[in-house]
């Protein structure tokens, strides 16, 4: 079973999570006119076998968005940081498509 460590709430089941797709995909400039950036960005993934980083929010909890990086393979969880704190520490990491990453709370 995979749970995930809120920084906020603590330990939580994963039912309590919403999966929001891959944080080391950077979204194109929002006035970019280029439809294969975006048709990329939005629905090409891929299927990494091993840690990946992916972005959850506590949908249940406390709402805030997470960095999570997690092992596909085995399932365990290598860490968590609130999304908020991970924008900037990594190139990659950037609010996905169609879902808003801040102000849900
Ligand atoms: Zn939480």
Known sequence: MLRLSCPICGTRDYTEFH???DARKRRPEHA???LKAWHDYVFLFDNVKGVHREFWQHLLGCR???VVERDTASNVVVSTVLA???VGTTASVSPGAGASREGNT
């Open 32 to 34: 970019a006119a280029d």
């Open 19 to 21: 999966y929001g797709g």
């Open 84 to 86: 908020r704190s991970a």
């Open 64 to 66: 805030q968005w997470l």
